[in-house]
């Protein structure tokens, strides 16, 4: 997806990317890994979460898999871990508030960070460390009208 690689080499700050955070990030937010995260069910899924997704929709309900379902299930977990304000800064227009690592691997929950870091092939502390600098900046570029784009709009990124 040239639209996701873009944003990628957009959010880090020397444009240098990494194959381990480039497996990293694309596994988180393109769904790969974790399903979206969702599992499915819309029940629980915080209510200020819902101001980011297209028509109102919660994190699980944005498709089965892809961009849509990695970017939702991964602002779902940051919500549901107490860092909605954070996760709402990189979605919205304004400056994208910082996650520390720690904050990161709590709210991924320690075997999807495992995983990942397995998948990457680096430490647990060097995926978290990378991702908490990236993600903010991939994740407002993934949302450049300050929302989750809708599943018509990623799909128009894919055309050539």
Do not use: C, Y
């Amino acid at each position: 997806m040239a639209f996701f690689d873009d944003a990628l080499r957009k959010s880090v700050p020397d444009g240098n990317i990494t194959t381990p955070l480039m497996v990293a990030a694309g596994a988180l937010l393109l769904g790969k890994m974790f399903g979206g995260f969702g599992g499915g069910s819309t029940a629980g899924a915080p209510a200020s979460t819902t101001a980011t997704l297209p028509q109102g929709q919660s994190p699980a309900e944005t498709g089965g898999g892809g961009l849509l379902s990695g970017l939702g299930g991964l602002l779902g977990r940051l919500q549901q871990a107490g860092h909605g304000e954070v996760a709402n800064s990189w979605v919205g227009t304004g400056e994208n508030a910082p996650i520390q690592p720690g904050q990161l691997g709590s709210a991924l929950g320690q075997q999807n960070v495992s995983d990942l870091a397995r998948q990457a092939g680096v430490s647990e502390q060097e995926l978290l460390a990378q991702l908490s600098k990236v993600l903010p900046n991939l994740v407002n570029n993934l949302t450049p009208e300050g929302r989750l784009p809708t599943a018509h709009e990623v799909s128009a990124w894919n055309r050539p």
